[in-house]
């Protein structure tokens, strides 16, 4: 007899192999920067996988360093000259707990 927990593992596990590869892999903890395809200027974004799972993200142009710009988050403006964003990261039992609290 299967276990629905066999039967879900199974499941989560198709789903990866659905997924298309990755174009760039983050190591944690070290900053990786992406620049645009852009004829006209040289700018991008700088990326860190943060070591609490999170990230960490700026804007560059010209120089490899944070460069103000607009951050708009769900369609607001939140600031006209921000440099840093972090995302944080949730594991599932937040989002456990989050769901009880509804």
Known sequence: MMKLK???QEDDDSKKKDLPAP???LPRGKEKVLQ?????????LLVK??????YEMAYWYD???PYPVEIIVDG???TKEGT???MKFH????????DKEQ
Do not use: C, F, M, W
């Not at 996988?49 to 999170?54: A, F, S």
């Open 76 to 78: 607001k403006s939140i």
């Open 63 to 65: 120089k490899h360093e």
């Open 49 to 54: 996988l943060l070591d609490n799972g999170g």
């Open 84 to 86: 840093k964003v972090e």
């Open 6 to 8: 066999n039967i879900l």
């Open 36 to 44: 645009a395809e852009d004829k006209d200027y040289e700018r991008g």
């Open 91 to 98: 594991p599932q039992d937040y989002y456990d707990e989050q």
């Open 23 to 25: 174009d760039l892999t």
